[in-house]
Nanobody, 116 residues
Framework: QVQLVESGGGLVQPGGSLRLSCAASGNISTAYVMGWYRQAPGNQRESVALIIGGGTTDYADSVKGRFTISRDNAKNTVYLQMTSLKPEDTAVYYC??????????WGQGTQVTVSS
């Protein structure tokens, strides 16, 4: 069992930046997939940024060039650096890890609100 704990969310003005962190309770360095999803009110949960396999990254079109996903294997932590934030980025952000095809874990979510 792996627990994921997100941190770093909050209220930020448009154009601002935030860095989300996701700390795992176990070794996730060999995970199939790790990354971030988000869900805004009334919307389905969507993929934001993922690290796949050995290190390939995948970003939603809406965040390309603004968000950067990274990981620190020694700390079992995944990060999401968000810049040039827009009001439409407002959502609950969830950390996700797929350790094996059958073992998938979600964090509890952290709120990001972009508003003036």
């Amino acid at each position: 069992q792996v627990q994921l704990v997100e941190s770093g969310g909050g209220l930020v003005q448009p154009g601002g930046s935030l860095r989300l962190s996701c700390a795992a309770s176990g070794n996730i360095s060999t995970a199939y997939v790790m990354g971030w999803y988000r869900q805004a009110p009334g919307n389905q949960r969507e993929s934001v940024a993922l690290i796949i396999g050995g290190g390939t990254t995948d970003y939603a079109d809406s965040v390309k060039g603004r968000f950067t996903i990274s990981r620190d294997n020694a700390k079992n932590t995944v990060y999401l650096q968000m810049t040039s934030l827009k009001p439409e980025d407002t959502a609950v952000y969830y950390c996700y890890v797929k350790l094996t095809p059958r073992l998938r874990y979600w964090g509890q979510g952290t709120q990001v609100t972009v508003s003036s």
